[in-house]
C-alpha cells in the first residue's frame, strides 16, 4: 500500500472515529439534560405538595385545626370516611378502620379499631399521624379524642352529613388534611355534574310516582323523610317521598302506610334479610296498592343510599332507572 493510500485510509478511520464519539457524547449529554430535567420536575412537584402544608382548616366542630405536615398514616372510625380516604387515592395511608368498612374490598384487610365504642389501646399502639373520627366521638368520648392529641395524633372530627352539600364539604376536607385537595375538588366537581344530568333528564317526568321507602323490615318498619339522603335522591329525580312530610328515620305501622298508596316500594335492607321484595309482596292487607299489583317493590345496595360518600351518585341513578325505567333506562 502507497503512502498517499494509507494516509487516506488513516484520515477516514480517524474521521469516522470523532463522528461516533461526538454522537456519543450528545447522546450521553441529552440523557443527562433529560435526566436533571425530571429531577428538577420531581423536586418541584415535591415542594409543590410540601408547600400545602400546614394547612388549617375548619372541622365537624366548628373549630380550626392545624396540619403542619402531610399525614403518612390514617386511622378512620365510620366507614364513610374509610370510602373518602380510598376515593381521594390516600387509602394505602389508612393503618386501621372500624369494623363496619366494606368498601372497597381492600378496606376488609386493614386493622380493626372498633366501632363506635374504640379500641383506644389499639388505636395508641398504631400511632397514626391523623385520625379521622365523628362527632359522636366528639360528643360522648372528649376524653379519648385528649389522649389521641396527647400522644401526638392530630384529630379532626368529620360533621354527620344530611345532605349531599354536607357530603361535598366532608369529601373536600377529608381531602385538604390528606394533602388531596385537587383530588377531591375533581370528585366533588364530578358528583355534582353527574346529580345534574340526571335533574335535567328527569325533567322529562309528567307523572310524579309516590315512593315508599323501607330502611328496616316488618315488624318494626323505618321509613326517611326530610333531612335524608334519600328523601333528597327522590326529589332529585321528581318522585314523591310517600313519608315526605315527616323528619328524619320514623317509624310507622303497616295500616299507615297502606293509606299513603305507593306506586314503588324501594327496600335497602337486602343485604341481611333474604329476599325482601318477595316478603313486601306477601303481606297481608297490601295486595291493592299499585306497587304491590304491579309488582314494583325493588330493593337497592343500602350502602349507595346512605352512606354519605362518593358513591351516592350511585344510588341516585339506581333509584332513577328503577322508579322511571322508561326515562332513565334508555
Known amino acids: 500500500m502507497t503512502s498517499l493510500k494509507r494516509k487516506s485510509l488513516f484520515f477516514v478511520i480517524m474521521l469516522a472515529l470523532t463522528m461516533i464519539f461526538t454522537i456519543g457524547c450528545g447522546n450521553v449529554e441529552d440523557k443527562a439534560d433529560k435526566t436533571e430535567t425530571a429531577k428538577e420536575s420531581t423536586e418541584l412537584n415535591n415542594e409543590k405538595k410540601e408547600s400545602a402544608f400546614p394547612v388549617t382548616v375548619t372541622d365537624g366542630t366548628g373549630k380550626e385545626v392545624t396540619i403542619e405536615s402531610e399525614p403518612q398514616t390514617i386511622v378512620s372510625v365510620i366507614p364513610s370516611n374509610t370510602e373518602i380516604t380510598f ?3 390516600q387509602g394505602d395511608k389508612l393503618i386501621g378502620v372500624d369494623n363496619y368498612s366494606n368498601y372497597p374490598a381492600e378496606a376488609e384487610k386493614i386493622e380493626k379499631i372498633g366501632d363506635q365504642q374504640l379500641n383506644v389501646e389499639k388505636i395508641l399502639a398504631l400511632q397514626p399521624d391523623l385520625a379521622l373520627v365523628t362527632d359522636f366521638q366528639h360528643e360522648n368520648n372528649p376524653d379519648i379524642l385528649k389522649q389521641f392529641k396527647d ?3 392530630e384529630v379532626i372530627v368529620i360533621g354527620s352529613a344530611e345532605s349531599f352539600e354536607n357530603v361535598y364539604n366532608s369529601i373536600s376536607l377529608i381531602g385538604t388534611v390528606t394533602g388531596a385537595k385537587d383530588e377531591a375538588d375533581r370528585i366533588v ?20 310516582k309516590k315512593v315508599w321507602v323501607e330502611v328496616s323490615p316488618a315488624p318494626d318498619i323505618f321509613t326517611t323523610g326530610q333531612n335524608t ?4 335522591m327522590l326529589e332529585s329525580i321528581n318522585a314523591i317521598n310517600t313519608a315526605g312530610e315527616q323528619t328524619g328515620w320514623v317509624k310507622m305501622t303497616e ?15 337486602g343485604y341481611y334479610i333474604e ?3 318477595d316478603q313486601v309482596l306477601s303481606r297481608s292487607g297490601w295486595g291493592e296498592m299499585p306497587a304491590i299489583k304491579n309488582e314494583q317493590v325493588f330493593d337497592v345496595n343500602n350502602d349507595t343510599v346512605t352512606r354519605p360518600g362518593p358513591r351516592l351518585i350511585d344510588g341516585v341513578e339506581t333509584l332513577a332507572k328503577l322508579i322511571y325505567p322508561e326515562i332513565f333506562g334508555k
Open 189 to 208: 366537581k364530578d358528583m355534582k355534574d353527574r346529580l345534574a344530568e340526571i335533574q335535567e333528564k328527569a325533567k322529562a317526568v309528567t307523572k310524579k
Open 151 to 153: 400522644a401526638g395524633i
Open 87 to 89: 376515593a381521594l387515592g
Open 229 to 232: 339522603f334519600l328523601h333528597e
Open 275 to 277: 329476599k325482601p321484595a
Open 255 to 269: 295500616e299507615e302506610i297502606v293509606t299513603l298508596n305507593p306506586d314503588v316500594i324501594i327496600t335497602t335492607y
